[in-house]
Nanobody, 120 residues
Framework: QVQVVESGGGLVHPGGSLRLSCAAS????????MGWYRQAPGKQRELVAL???????NYEESVKGRFTISRDIAKNTVNLQMNSLKPEDTAVYSC??????????????WGQGTQVTVSS
């Protein structure tokens, strides 16, 4: 069982910044994918940013150029730096850990979620 704990949410004014962190209870060096998803009230959950073990990253179109996802191997965390925040970024942000190993079933873990509110 892998524990996944998020931190860093809160209230910020439009144009402000927040940094979310997701700590895993195991080494993240070879974890296939770690990502941040968000769900706003009345909307479906969507992928915000994804970090793959090969170093590649993917971003949802609306956050490109504003958000940056990164892995800190030494701390077993994946971080999401969010700049130039907009009210439409308001949502519950959840960390996803996707473990895929040859010969073993895929296992996905989720954190409990952290609220991000962008409002004046």
């Amino acid at each position: 069982q892998v524990q996944v704990v998020e931190s860093g949410g809160g209230l910020v004014h439009p144009g402000g910044s927040l940094r979310l962190s997701c700590a895993a209870s195991v080494s993240i060096r070879s974890i296939y994918a770690m990502g941040w998803y968000r769900q706003a009230p009345g909307k479906q959950r969507e992928l915000v940013a994804l970090s793959l073990s090969n170093g590649n990253t993917n971003y949802e179109e609306s956050v490109k150029g504003r958000f940056t996802i990164s892995r800190d191997i030494a701390k077993n965390t994946v971080n999401l730096q969010m700049n130039s925040l907009k009210p439409e970024d308001t949502a519950v942000y959840s960390c996803n850990v996707d473990i895929r190993q040859i010969g073993a079933p895929r296992i996905v873990y989720w954190g409990q979620g952290t609220q991000v509110t962008v409002s004046s």
